[in-house]
């Protein structure tokens, strides 16, 4: 009978545990956050995916412009997930990924000077590149770690702070 139990108890964690796989593409860092730091900072990924920042975090939402990275990570911090794009990705491709955020309240959308992806999703310690705005992957990362994953202070504000571009 015991053996019966936890061989259900397996099979119930196993079917649980694959709704939280990991995304295909996905790669993992190790930052550790609270190490605010003023000026320009460089990170190891680009755009980056945790580490020192500002004091001050971006405020989430859409922007056409590219956004600080130092103020973007205070973000990631919190929870946000940072979508941003090539510059010179088509205009229809940047609607469709407006669309794709739309409404979420812990969403960064920016284009970024120096990734060479057309997108990358980032949160804290995760990033994913695409090719494609219409990537079921987007869904999926933006589900997984949007308040979620890593972050090492989430429910932190994402308003009420910074929310100038470069």
């Known amino acids: 009978m015991k053996r019966?139990?936890?061989?259900?108890?397996?099979?119930?964690?196993?079917?649980?545990?694959?709704?939280?796989?990991?995304i295909e593409g996905v790669?993992?860092?190790k930052n550790e956050g609270g190490d605010?730091?003023?000026?320009?900072?460089?990170?190891?990924?680009?755009?980056?995916?945790?580490?020192p920042h500002n004091g001050s975090w971006q405020n989430c939402g859409i922007?056409?412009?590219p956004?600080?990275?130092?103020?973007?990570?205070?973000?990631?911090?919190?929870?946000?997930v940072w979508v941003s794009y090539k510059p010179g990705l088509s205009t229809s491709q940047v609607l469709q990924l407006k669309e794709r955020v739309a409404g979420r309240t812990y969403i960064l959308?920016?284009?970024?000077?120096?990734?060479?992806?057309?997108?990358?999703?980032?949160?804290w310690n995760k990033q994913l590149e695409v090719q494609d705005p219409a990537d079921e992957r987007i869904a999926k990362f933006i589900q997984a770690y949007e308040q979620g994953g890593e972050a090492p202070e989430i429910g932190a504000s994402c308003s009420g702070a910074y929310d100038d571009t470069v």
Do not use: W
């Not at 130092?70 to 919190?78: F, N």
């Open 4 to 22: 019966l139990m936890l061989l259900s108890l397996t099979v119930l964690l196993a079917a649980c545990n694959q709704g939280g796989a990991e």
């Open 27 to 29: 790669k993992s860092f």
């Open 36 to 51: 605010h730091k003023p000026g320009r900072l460089t990170y190891a990924q680009r755009p980056p995916a945790g580490g």
């Open 63 to 65: 922007y056409d412009r």
């Open 67 to 80: 956004i600080y990275d130092e103020y973007a990570v205070h973000s990631l911090e919190h929870g946000a």
């Open 109 to 123: 959308l920016s284009p970024h000077e120096t990734q060479t992806a057309p997108i990358v999703l980032t949160a």
